[in-house]
């Protein structure tokens, strides 16, 4: 099907395109209603170095440098399987991640947790925010740091707030809406093919008489073969010419002619 064609079928039938895009715009609300934005909140932790490294009278601050490979590795940690296990068993329909903030110098991470609820996200945000400085003692533990050499976390940002994100609901709603209008454009186009061909043989059967069915037009030596069987049928049943009765002179007399003697006969054998 060329794409004038297409066009054409959708002019005609223009209803069914109504039909399509009302059924549509019906799929799009009801896709919105099932799926619900979600909200979405923030924090920032930053890694304040350990105490051998800062006098007593120092600023732990200027010492931030050097501290972003241990913020890789707990960034690793927390986004594991095992730890976002356990942060989501209590909220299934909340999720989070945590990263370095790449607007952010020094070793600062960016919690991000989402959910259905505002209430629920800011939940997740405070799971996360008690994992990290555990997950952080912990790897400390399996090393054997003394605590005079310790790395720690502290909470600089948190949101208190949430924000609406309608990215999901619109993924959603344009994806129904793509798939609703790609049919709507399919069905029309076969829909406008089968009733034109339909409508196409009905006005052949009108055109032809009543009673008269169609056929398949025959190939040419078909056709040729059935002109030269009626020939012959045509020939075959014509009938013979009857030949002429002889008849006598007639005499001038106008009597049937003289009558033969009997005894004639045999006169003229004998004298051959």
Known sequence: MLLHDLGRGLLRRWYFVVIGVLLTACGALLLASVVPPTHRATARVVLIPPPSLVSADGNPYLFLGGLEQALGVLTVKLGSEATSEQI???????SYTAVKDTLSPGPIMLITAESESSDGT??????????????????????????????TALTIVREDATTKVLQSQLRAVLGG???????????????????????????RRHASGPGVELHEEPS??????????RRGTKRSRRPAPEPEAMEPPAAEDGSD????????????????
Do not use: H, W
């Open 177 to 203: 809406v793509a798939l609703g209008l790609s049919m709507t454009v399919l069905l029309t186009g076969l829909l406008d093919r089968l009733l034109t061909s339909r409508k196409k043989k009905a006005g």
């Open 122 to 151: 800011l939940q997740v945000l405070d799971a996360v925010l008690r994992v990290v400085p555990e997950n952080l003692e912990n790897m400390q533990d399996q090393l054997n740091i003394p605590d005079a050499s310790r790395i």
């Open 88 to 94: 989501l068993e209590a909220y299934p329909d909340g």
């Open 257 to 272: 002619g003289p009558e033969r003697d009997k005894d004639e006969l045999p006169t003229m054998v004998t004298n051959q």
């Open 220 to 229: 040419p030596a078909a056709d040729d073969q059935v002109r030269m069987s």
